[in-house]
Every structure is written in structure tokens, then in C-alpha cells.
């Protein structure tokens, strides 16, 4: 079994900071398809902050300055570094990533952690 795991979500006030990690299992992160993605109750998924092909990153204009996406393969995980917090913000949070398997490490498999919720109010 081969899966991505979001942590490090939870309450915080308006201007706090959070930071995110995406641990994968089963298998490792390859390549640079990885990103963030947030979905607010009754709204659509939305972008938060990508890694491009090139290893550069990409950010929603909302969180541009306050968002930091990063990566450790040493520990198999993705970070989203989240500061300056806003209500607007609340939602849950979810990674995604190719994955090799270690069951058969010919396979990239894209995938989807099961989300982490993050809440900003007073």
C-alpha cells in the first residue's frame, strides 16, 4: 500500500502560523508533481501551491507572501509553511504527490492524502 498523509492541521487565530506536512508510505515522492490544495465547506478545490516541472514554485495569488510550499526527501515529505493566517484560509487542506510504490518500483501512481483540516478565527 502506497498513500500520502497530511498532519499539523488544527485551530489558530487570525495572523497565527501552521505548517503542514505530507508524509508519504508505502513508497516515495518522485518527480515535481507535488502540491497543496484547499476546499472550504460549499466551494470548490482550489490551488494553493505547487511545485512546476522544473522544481520552481507556483502560489494562489491569495497566499502569495504568506505560503511557502517545500519538500524534504530525506524524510519523504512535503511542508506547507503557512503564515499570516486569515479566516478566509479555513479549509481543508490536502497534498498530492506521485508515488512510487515499494511493491513495484516501476509504477508512479498519483495520489491524494485524506486531507487535514485548518480552521483561522478569533
Known amino acids: 500500500q502506497v498513500q500520502l498523509v497530511e498532519s499539523g492541521g488544527g485551530w489558530v487565530q487570525p495572523g497565527g502560523s501552521l505548517r503542514l506536512s505530507c508524509a508519504a508510505s508505502?513508497?516515495?515522492?518522485?518527480?515535481?508533481?507535488l502540491g497543496w490544495y484547499r476546499q472550504a465547506p460549499g466551494k470548490q478545490r482550489e490551488l494553493v501551491a505547487t511545485?512546476?516541472?522544473?522544481?520552481?514554485?507556483n502560489y494562489a495569488d491569495s497566499v502569495k507572501g504568506r505560503f511557502t510550499i517545500s519538500r524534504d526527501d530525506a524524510k519523504n515529505t512535503l511542508y506547507l509553511q503557512m503564515n499570516n493566517l486569515k479566516p478566509e484560509d479555513t479549509a481543508v487542506y490536502s497534498c498530492t504527490a506521485e508515488l512510487r510504490p515499494d511493491y513495484d518500483v516501476s509504477l508512479v501512481i498519483p495520489s491524494w492524502g485524506q486531507g487535514t483540516q485548518v480552521t483561522v478565527s478569533s
Open positions: 511545485f512546476t516541472s522544473s522544481g520552481s514554485t
Open positions: 508505502g513508497g516515495i515522492i518522485v518527480g515535481n508533481a
